[in-house]
């Protein structure tokens, strides 16, 4: 099994909302990560969790915080967002960072900020 | 940055037809990753190649890591109306760095 799941999967919010995203993986994977995705663009990396704990954030604005509450679980909140932060919002989880290479990822939220 | 130049950035083909596309770099990968995007869904992992050289096939798809390790492609063949979507290509850097993606060939299939 494979699977990466999120919730939700569609999501409209004020710029004044706090909001969650979710993903949990049962793969016994030990890294995850927050991909942001515009439209017709690639993936583009946010956060990065290696063993529950934060290793990489790509400069992202703190409007986004990221939380990794146990290995199976990664959550991503939102506060404060502004228009230009909707997009697609993928999580993946690998075995662990490094040269493993292989991300699976979720099917992704798609975030309307209005 | 470290950039990936995938091509091509489009394609539009007959129902049957045989598909190639590949992603390029100046630098030397570690890994290569082959990803399908189907419209608002997550990317789906196809192939995974790790030495150089090596030649993987997953059904009607076939992909390789390059000899110089600074490419890779793939190749679909006998394509079928389903494989309309996004292809990215992504690797890795030597190290314990993220993956570097393509900016993706979009694909569609004409019956």
């Known amino acids: 099994d494979t699977e990466v799941t999120q919730t939700p999967k569609h999501l409209v919010m004020g710029m004044t909302n706090k909001k969650s995203l979710k993903c949990e993986q049962h793969m016994g994977h030990r890294a995850m990560y927050w991909y942001k995705q515009k439209a017709k663009k690639p993936p583009e990396l946010m956060f990065v969790?290696?063993?529950?704990?934060?290793?990489i954030n790509e400069s992202v604005p703190s409007r986004f915080s990221p939380e990794c509450p146990n290995s199976s679980l990664l959550n991503l909140h939102l506060h404060a967002l502004q228009p230009e932060d909707s997009a697609l919002y993928l999580c993946?989880?690998?075995?662990?960072?490094?040269?493993?290479?292989?991300?699976?990822f979720g099917p992704g939220t798609r975030l309307t900020v209005t | 940055g470290q950039q990936l130049n995938q091509s091509p950035q489009s394609m539009f083909i007959q129902e049957g037809e045989d598909v190639s596309m590949n992603c390029t770099s100046s630098s030397i990968f570690n890994t290569w990753l082959w990803y399908k995007q189907d419209p608002g869904e997550g990317p789906v992992l196809l192939i995974a190649?790790?030495?150089?050289?090596e030649l993987t096939s997953n059904g009607r798809l076939t992909a390789q890591f390059g000899i110089t390790r600074k490419d890779s492609f793939l190749n679909i063949s006998a394509s079928i109306p389903s494989d309309v979507g996004i292809y990215f290509c992504?690797?890795?850097?030597?190290?314990?760095?993220?993956?570097?993606f393509g900016k993706g060939t979009r694909l569609s299939v004409i019956a």
């Open positions: 992504a690797g890795q850097l030597p190290g314990n760095t993220p993956l570097v």
């Open positions: 969790y290696s063993y529950e704990k934060l290793s």
């Open positions: 190649l790790y030495k150089a050289g």
């Open positions: 993946a989880s690998s075995h662990r960072t490094g040269p493993s290479g292989e991300q699976y």
